[in-house]
């Protein structure tokens, strides 16, 4: 009996599994204690200056939980450090001087990241980076929630109940 194929969300996995394991190999390779998914953050308050973890969720595209628990482990890593917002709630995440000093070693990193990036989408059959774009579009304006219960509800319908048993008396083995 053979395996089934991977689903979608394994393939996805194992991609992200490929590229960040090597993005973060590279890193280590350039003596930077960084990790990929600080790079949204660090990129969004680079652009914003001091900001909220809402503002920075909203500026990178990413959950206020992701960014949450993405700040959590940059200040104990010591690259950001978190300050009272004018609201009593509020969080106002800031660079540390020591993520500030390894800013200039991470752009040149980030350079060589986008340009492997630009020579795996040459080498596939369509750009990985626009199929991804393509997806994020797609699913923006109908989720996959959505497509779920619609293929749900089209595979629950009579018409595509289950065949009966097949018989021994069939048109392909006629008893006559």
Do not use: C
């Not at 949204?40 to 628990?69: D, E, T, W």
């Not at 509020?90 to 070693?105: C, F, G, N």
């Not at 595979?155 to 048993?165: C, E, I, R, V």
């Amino acid at each position: 009996m053979s395996s089934p194929s991977p689903t979608l969300g394994t393939l996805l996995h194992h991609l992200i599994e490929l590229l960040d394991g090597d993005v973060q190999a590279a890193y280590t390779t350039a003596g930077l204690a960084w990790r990929p998914r600080y790079t949204p953050v660090l990129r969004g308050l680079m652009s914003l200056g001091p900001a909220s973890i809402k503002a920075l969720a909203l500026k990178i595209g990413i959950s206020h939980s992701a960014v949450s628990q993405t700040v959590a482990q940059m200040v104990k890593d010591d690259l950001v450090e978190l300050k009272p917002g004018a609201d009593a709630r509020e969080r106002i995440v800031a660079l540390t001087p020591k993520a500030q000093a390894m800013v200039p070693a991470l752009q040149r990193q980030w350079a060589a990241v986008n340009a492997a990036a630009d020579a795996l989408d040459a080498e596939l059959s369509a750009p990985l980076s626009g199929v991804i774009r393509e997806a994020i579009t797609a699913l923006s304006h109908r989720p996959f929630g959505q497509r779920i219960l619609a293929q749900t509800q089209t595979l629950s319908a009579p018409d595509h109940a289950s065949p009966p048993p097949s018989s021994p008396l069939t048109p392909e083995h006629p008893t006559s």
